[in-house]
């Protein structure tokens, strides 16, 4: 099976020497593509020249602040930095930071889904354990697989290809860097993706065994939609529980302390949700025709939606594959479900998609979260069986406090494994 992403080169050998985790498990009914990142110089060049031609505009009052902020967004010095770093290649040496990408393995997989042909793009830490437990992570927007890195990092460091517990697997959405986007000729939505995952998981065995989904943001969608659908799904966890058909649950016991940074959000900060989800075609057209406008609707969002900024390399990492591979206007889509809520749509909010109550569920919550919810209003959406409150920590937990996040899914899996042995189903607490 080819790759089909130009910017994905084939590896032929499984586990070439001091690259482990890269065995796809036994029970794989389906051959998996081992492979690696490799952006051509030329592309690198050509996106530099691109950023150098681009104008940023005048100084305005709004973008002349001393600091970024919720209420105007960049200032144009941040942008500037932002520029001057992108265009330097001492500053943005991308040979290094593709070094980091492939710090891990890359696979592709080819799932055939209503009619359609899709290329699935995945990260993962296979495991050489007979026991290990297959642990599917989902981004959202705007993030990709990048999001993971850091804690698989961690997870090399900690373990062997033997003694590592888990199958750690990271996909990409379609429409999200090296993996094939939506159609053309129909329609998709959240449980489109779900199905294709589902397929994918099978393709790996992880059906015969049972896996556990972890998911935030838009990734926190596909995931409720696998645990209600697949029962291969044995649990899930999640760190972000929100839609907006969420807005009528029951506020008359809540304090105004536990409702204003949601609702502070939801006054002032959805409107690149509103533009995503109305005018999808439009808002795709402009930022697929200027690198320096891509970068400034994402790279807003890592500024304000974390509480420890990532550093400028990070953030122009996750610019840098958006731009190449054409990820902005294929991956808005589940935006538009967002205003029109429908039983054919994954969503926090209908009783449709609740958890079912023999399945484990996990939430992880962080105080910089843009939408946070009350615990009250998660436990409406299944019976929730593990919490961890953190006193740190924004939208991007993977990637922002990698070392907590892991800590919190080795916590889960363990939690959830002894509830699907044993049957205990109690609240559990740090």
């Not at 709004?62 to 967004?73: A, D, I, K, M, R």
């Not at 922002?400 to 609240?427: K, N, R, S, W, Y």
């Amino acid at each position: 099976m080819a790759v089909s992403s130009q910017f994905l080169r084939e590896v032929h050998h499984e586990a070439p020497l001091g690259k482990p985790f890269r065995q796809v498990p036994n029970g794989s009914r389906v051959k998996q593509q081992l492979c690696e990142v490799d952006i051509p110089p030329q592309s690198i060049a050509e996106l530099r020249r691109l950023v150098q031609m681009a104008r940023l505009g005048p100084k305005t009052f709004e973008n002349s602040q001393p600091e970024p902020n919720t209420s105007y967004g960049l200032t144009s010095s941040w942008m500037e930095e932002a520029v001057r770093t992108w265009t330097d290649e001492a500053a943005f040496d991308w040979v290094k930071l593709q070094e980091q990408i492939n710090s891990v393995p890359h696979f592709t997989s080819t799932v055939d889904y209503d009619g359609h042909s899709y290329t699935v793009h995945y990260v993962a830490l296979f495991s050489n354990r007979a026991d290990a437990v297959p642990l599917v992570n989902l981004h959202g927007w705007p993030g990709c697989f990048l999001e993971f890195l850091p804690l698989m990092n961690l997870l090399q460091g900690k373990y062997s290809p033997d003694s590592l517990p888990y199958h750690f697997i990271a996909p990409s959405m379609p429409g999200y860097t090296f993996s094939s986007g939506p159609p053309t000729d129909r329609d998709f939505s959240t449980l489109d993706v779900s199905r294709i995952f589902q397929i994918l998981l099978r393709q790996l065995g992880f059906d015969t065994r049972g896996y556990i989904v972890a998911g935030g943001d838009i990734g926190s969608r596909v995931a409720r939609a696998l645990a209600v659908e697949d029962q291969a799904c044995l649990a899930i966890h999640l760190n972000f529980c929100f839609d907006l058909n969420m807005q009528d649950f029951p506020r008359d016991q809540l304090t105004g302390e536990e409702t204003r940074p949601l609702d502070d959000f939801l006054r002032a900060g959805v409107g690149y949700g509103q533009m995503h989800a109305t005018r999808p075609a439009t808002i795709g057209f402009v930022l697929s025709s200027n690198p320096v406008a891509l970068l400034a609707w994402i790279g807003e969002k890592f500024v304000a939606w974390t509480e420890t900024t990532p550093s400028l390399d990070v953030i122009l990492t996750f610019v840098t594959l958006y731009w190449l591979t054409d990820t902005f206007p294929r991956s808005i889509h589940p935006y538009r479900a967002d205003f029109v809520s429908t039983d054919a749509i994954p969503s926090h909010g209908n009783p449709r998609w609740r958890i079912p109550d023999q399945k484990p569920f996990g939430f992880s919550t962080f105080p910089n979260e843009i939408l946070p919810v009350p615990r009250s209003w998660v436990d409406r959406t299944g019976k929730v069986t593990f919490v961890r409150e953190h006193d740190r920590g924004g939208h991007f937990a993977a990637l922002e406090m990698p070392e907590v996040m892991l800590q919190d899914l080795e916590a889960f899996v363990t939690h959830a494994t002894t509830i699907t042995t044993e049957g205990h189903t109690e609240d559990v607490k740090p």
